[in-house]
């Protein structure tokens, strides 16, 4: 079965400096998809950042990147130029391309960011 | 546009009694998820729709949940007699494709004291 996995419960980073977080996975498969989704507080869950496993390049979107290490099995998220509203729930979260299965979400980083 | 809309957003009964919620997907969006998130947990699927049909439904305790999607658009999910250990917070997520992103609810919290 597959597992999404992070290491980290917390995270803290002052605002304007950059924090990464962790994600390690485990899969027999070779086509997958990777994510990041974000929690606020009492809000709703949003994708932040989606990586194929099939592309080489690592995803970015503005301020977010992604490290994908496809033989480490290892997907950080890298938050740069942190704002007050970076801090949430961050998941990591996984899913086999076959089109017919659910998300496998890890059990989730909450991050801080001081002011 | 709007998004996926869930009620109540907050629930607390007494254990043994039933509750339910409800869920309305983003319209055309074909593919209809239940999810339950536990304090300091991930999300885990408890059923997947595909238009009105529940096409994995394998994490769902049938002795005591059931769902429903009518007509393939809104979905309610019941828990009939719920116990302490069910709380927490139940999410709805919709997508256009079975493959496409999930687009979530805000979620019901649900305590059951």
């Known amino acids: 079965a597959q597992t999404v996995t992070q290491s980290q419960p917390e995270m803290s980073v002052q605002e304007a400096e950059t924090v990464t977080l962790s994600c390690t996975y485990d899969t027999s498969e070779s086509d997958y998809y990777l994510f990041w989704y974000k929690q606020p507080p009492s809000r709703q869950m949003i994708l932040v950042i989606r990586?194929?496993?099939?592309?080489?390049q690592n995803a970015t979107e503005n301020r977010f990147s992604v490290n994908f290490q496809k033989a480490a099995k290892s997907f950080s998220l890298k938050i740069s130029d942190s704002q007050l509203g970076d801090a949430a729930m961050y998941f990591c979260a996984y899913r086999w391309d076959s089109g017919n299965t659910p998300l496998v979400f890890g059990k989730g980083t909450r991050l801080s960011v001081i002011a | 546009e709007a998004g996926v809309v869930q009620s109540p957003r907050y629930k607390i009964i007494e254990k043994k009694q039933p509750v339910a919620f409800w869920c309305n997907p983003i319209?055309?969006?074909?593919?209809l998820y239940w999810y339950r998130q536990n304090l300091g947990q991930g999300p885990e699927l408890l059923i997947r729709?595909?238009?009105?049909?529940?096409?994995?439904d394998s994490q769902l305790p049938k002795d005591r949940f059931s769902a429903e999607r009518l007509k393939g658009v809104d979905s309610t999910l019941k828990i009939q007699p719920a116990e302490l250990g069910d709380s927490a917070v139940y999410l709805c997520?919709?997508?256009?494709?079975?493959?496409?992103?999930?687009?979530f609810g805000e979620g019901s919290r649900l305590t059951v004291l």
């Open positions: 729709y595909e238009n009105e049909e529940a096409v994995d």
């Open positions: 997520a919709s997508s256009l494709v079975v493959a496409g992103e999930l687009f």
């Open positions: 990586q194929e496993a099939y592309k080489q």
């Open positions: 319209s055309g969006h074909n593919t």
